[in-house]
């Protein structure tokens, strides 16, 4: 179960309040069972750790599919800027070439 604490926005939103080393929030776009099936499994951290790479611009989020993934969340999205932001295979996936 997922250990990151969740704000309810309204009724498809959710923020991740920036903590720690974040540099920005999470937002995750889920309804309340969603939220309820995304809290099993780490996706959550994920989305915040994402929230930590140098040159996020925006929050971090992730869509309704979102799901455990390697890096980031499967479903995650991110924008760098392109002069002090990174290039990350985990954020694409590793098989596509």
């Not at 979102?66 to 390697?70: L, P, R």
């Not at 392109?82 to 990350?88: C, E, K, L, Q």
């Given at each position: 179960m997922s250990s990151?604490?969740?704000?309810?926005?309204?009724q498809w939103r959710w923020r991740i309040p920036k903590e720690g080393k974040m540099h920005t929030e999470g937002l995750v776009f889920a309804d309340e069972a969603m939220m309820n099936d995304i809290q099993k499994d780490?996706?959550?951290?994920?989305?915040?750790?994402?929230?930590?790479?140098?040159?996020?611009v925006g929050p971090s989020m992730a869509m309704p599919d979102?799901?455990?993934?390697?890096g980031f969340a499967i479903g995650g999205v991110a924008a760098f800027?392109?002069?002090?932001?990174?290039?990350?295979?985990?954020?694409?996936?590793?098989d596509i070439n």
């Open positions: 990151v604490k969740i704000e309810k926005v309204d780490q996706s959550l951290l994920q989305v915040a750790n994402v929230a930590t790479l140098p040159g996020i979102i799901h455990w993934g390697y800027d392109v002069s002090s932001g990174i290039v990350s295979p985990g954020g694409v996936g590793y």
